[in-house]
């Protein structure tokens, strides 16, 4: 390390004021930050000297990722070898998912990233590095048959009209992850929902969609399927050949859906791992699981169809509801930053959440819109818990000062 800082060194005052780079200086700023924690300190009022500044805290949550697309590559093999009947080994299962998920995360990246360099070079500013969990999260959230050029075009919308158009990380007031794929769901709704995007067939092995040998396939989720059986006597939730799907493979996630939200269990373990560091909030992501559990009871008690008796466990592992609860309801830009406030944001997510799966089929996800509308409630909340706490106080003083 040693070396490189010095090699570093070395090539500073290139890109520095009166340097042959120079205008490239924010580039080179944001891989040296990135390898190393800055010297600059503040040196003036009061200001808070940690070494934690905020590459380290999305360094933290693109780790805590790490289960939930390592899961996901793994699970789009699976579904592909189970669809179309071949029995394939697990380094197979993971590397051919590996190579359909991969795509994904490169061209996130590269868009995001890309723009982020570009607005930096215009504004004259530090590259800002909020688009390393977002580029993360992105192929995270989406189906694996989505063409890579849309992703590429919802990935640059949502960073300049979401993002950069507000002012760039920490001005946006909704959650630019979520903000792509809205933008795929309502520009392009046939590659976002439906039976074929969520199971790819694509040839990588020689086994290709002319070998397709089962009966009865089917790439639909879970969640859309509980739609169509709506008016049932009981949901009978399978997977792609048919076969019933058991709570607990729910809870594995092996099932069909978005790249990284099926593995309630992968999901869990990078999700307590940000709790743990304190860079995710403990009360929203409860009171999400909480709102949703109390939303699915009120069906259970007054159900009139098959779906709205779906106990609120099988909401929880069920669509995105537990990625959106740990890693997109936990913004701490789009989130609610008081204390009370955050009870209110994440009860109300959760609770939204299962009221538009149920009530809404046309949107069996639920989660999605759920945190994009309590994102514009946010600060809503917090202003008015401030002023509540500000009345309290008040009315604290006046029977002082009575007395």
Known sequence: MKSLRNLLDKMKPTFSEGGKLSKLGSVFEGFETFLFVPHTTSKSGTHIHDCVDSKRTMFWVVLALIPALLFGMFNTGYQHYLAIGVDAGFFQTFFWGCLAVLPYV???????????????????????????????????????????????????FSVIFVKEIFGGTGFNVLNVALSTRVFLFFSYPTKMSGDSVWVSLKDYFGFGQAQVTINGFTGATPLGQAVVQASSDSLALTNVVGEPLTFWQMFLGLMPGSIGETSVLAIMLGGLFLIFTGVASWKIVVSVFAGGAFMATIFNIFAVDAYQAMPFWEHWCLGG????????????????????????????????????????????????????????????IDYYVIQSNINKRAKRAMVKSAK
């Open 321 to 380: 509801f537990a990625f959106g609860a740990f890693f997109m309801a936990t913004d701490p830009v789009t989130a609610a930053r008081t204390e009370c406030g955050k009870w209110i944001y994440g009860f109300f997510v959760g609770l939204l959440a299962i009221l538009f799966r149920v009530f809404n089929p046309a949107y069996p996800e639920g989660m999605m819109l759920s945190i994009l509308l309590m994102n514009l409630f946010a600060k809503v």
């Open 106 to 156: 490169i061209v996130s990246y590269l868009v995001g990233l890309g723009i982020e360099f570009i607005a930096a070079q215009i504004k004259g500013e530090e590259i800002q590095e909020g688009f390393l969990v977002s580029g993360m999260i992105i192929p995270l959230i989406l189906p694996i048959g989505v063409p890579l050029w849309m992703v590429a075009v919802a990935t640059a």
